[in-house]
């Protein structure tokens, strides 16, 4: 079972609306997956190579429901 934890963040307007125009280009995508698909990336090429991150990167790309 997959455990999920919210989490609440505010972001430029840029991004928002940037993020906005994607979505409604992309409707196989929504507004958690590409979070989670970013924040996943930036761990892998930021953090200790944890391969639990390598791992939400790919269910979240390949993964969609």
Do not use: C
């Amino acid at each position: 079972m997959k455990t999920t934890v919210s989490i609440f963040t505010e972001i430029p307007e840029a991004l928002d609306e940037s993020l906005k125009k994607y979505l409604e280009t992309h409707p196989d995508w929504d507004q958690n997956r590409v979070l989670t698909a970013a924040l996943s990336l930036f761990l892998l090429q930021n953090g200790d190579s944890d391969r639990r991150a390598a791992r939400v990167y790919l269910e979240t790309l390949f993964h969609h429901s």
